[in-house]
């Protein structure tokens, strides 16, 4: 009986990597479930060998440990097909412009049980005269001589917590691949409000020119990216207004349209997007729909906004999938180059190891989006 518990269990588990989450924790778990999928699938096995050799509820025991094992294998499996065709649907996405293959695969089986490599040595410099350490940024130097490209990368945390030194597997990634990085802090909701934080990035991107010469940095190739909340901001940064040198931006599921996601906001168990919106705008839609327009980078789209790559999963349930797709939508009818990576099985903060099936991919593509915008 304890094993065919185990089995249901385990099934239960393994619909996180299907559905999305319907809780805040089962969001952190669906996190483990799909990016993780060794794990599950050696415990699903252990599961279908137990279940196989029990003579009460043997069948039943069985049948489940089997179906959770395949649903447990299923990120690996949509990983697969999805990187069959990234690199041809990359060079469709870029056209007039050919991307050379890194000779790299963009999914592999044997580099989910890898490990991704520690944070990179960085420095850490004052981008503005203030106390604390708000506008401060940790530069990553390219693992290159010379002068080379920076990537400005803004954090999330929805515009309240978080700093410049979360997940900084991608930043020691960047590096590794020869690109300066520049990891941002930024005035936080709610005692700071929008424009603050943008306007915080663009003080963050006027001192890495100042101070080009000294730190090597390439000012006619620059590039922004913003995971979550940060997306938010770099997608602004990019849209509104004009930055000298700005090559590109990158938006790891990123709110897009601020009026849309207040219309449809997140499950109040799993986070209280209105709220969380509130706090960083300043007020309820109906109070400051303005100012909500003012904070949605879809509104700023234009056909001379810079190429863009966005990577969100299907079962993101902080910041909805539709974000991306109504902003891809408005970027074609503009002509701005663009690509939607999707990842069907992925949540909200799936890149918190890059080894795992969307840590992988999006990886992939991110180094394969900067090599053709900055080459």
């Not at 805040?24 to 279908?48: N, Q, R």
Request: hydrophobic letters at 40%.
């Amino acid at each position: 009986m304890i094993r065919l518990g185990l089995s249901i269990a385990s099934l239960l588990l393994s619909l996180l990597s299907v559905f999305g989450a319907p809780t805040y924790h089962t969001w952190l778990l669906a996190v483990m479930v799909s990016e993780f999928p060794l794990i599950f699938m050696g415990i699903a096995l252990v599961l279908v060998l137990m279940s196989s050799v029990t003579d009460r509820f043997k069948t039943a025991g069985t049948v489940i440990s089997v179906l959770a094992l395949i649903l447990f294998s299923s990120p690996v499996a949509r990983a697969l097909l999805i990187a069959d065709n990234l690199q041809i649907e990359l060079n469709q996405a870029f056209k007039g412009s050919e991307i050379t293959p890194s000779g790299k695969p963009a999914f592999s089986f044997w580099k989910l049980a890898t490990r991704g490599k520690s944070s990179a040595r960085f420095d850490t410099f004052r981008y503005a005269d203030d106390e604390g350490t708000t506008s401060t940024l940790d530069f990553y130097r390219a693992d290159s001589s010379g002068i080379r490209p920076c990537i400005v990368v803004v954090h999330g945390g929805s515009w309240s917590s978080g700093d410049s030194r979360q997940l900084p597997e991608i930043n020691t990634h960047l590096a590794n691949l020869g690109y300066h990085v520049a990891s941002v802090n930024y005035h936080k909701a709610p005692e700071w409000q929008s424009p603050q934080p943008l306007e915080d990035v663009r003080k963050a991107l006027s001192y890495l020119r100042t101070r080009a010469g000294q730190l090597m940095i390439d000012t006619s190739r620059l590039v922004i990216l913003g995971r979550s909340a940060g997306a938010q901001i770099a997608l602004m940064a990019a849209y509104q207004g004009t930055e000298p040198g700005l090559k590109g931006v990158i938006s790891f599921y990123g709110p897009a349209d601020m009026i849309w996601g207040y219309s449809k906001p997140a499950s109040r168990w799993v986070m209280d997007s209105r709220r969380v919106m509130e706090n960083y705008l300043g007020g309820t839609y109906q109070q400051i729909p303005d100012k909500y327009r003012s904070a949605s980078p879809i509104e700023h789209v234009s056909e001379t906004s810079p190429p863009t790559l966005l990577i969100h999963g299907r079962n993101d349930v902080l910041v909805a999938y539709e974000h991306s797709t109504r902003l891809a939508a408005k970027l074609t009818r503009n002509g701005v180059p663009h690509y939607l990576l999707t990842l069907p099985w992925a949540t909200h903060g799936f890149d918190y190891t890059l080894s795992g099936p969307g840590g992988q991919l999006s990886t992939f593509t991110v180094a394969t989006f900067l090599r053709k915008i900055l080459k």
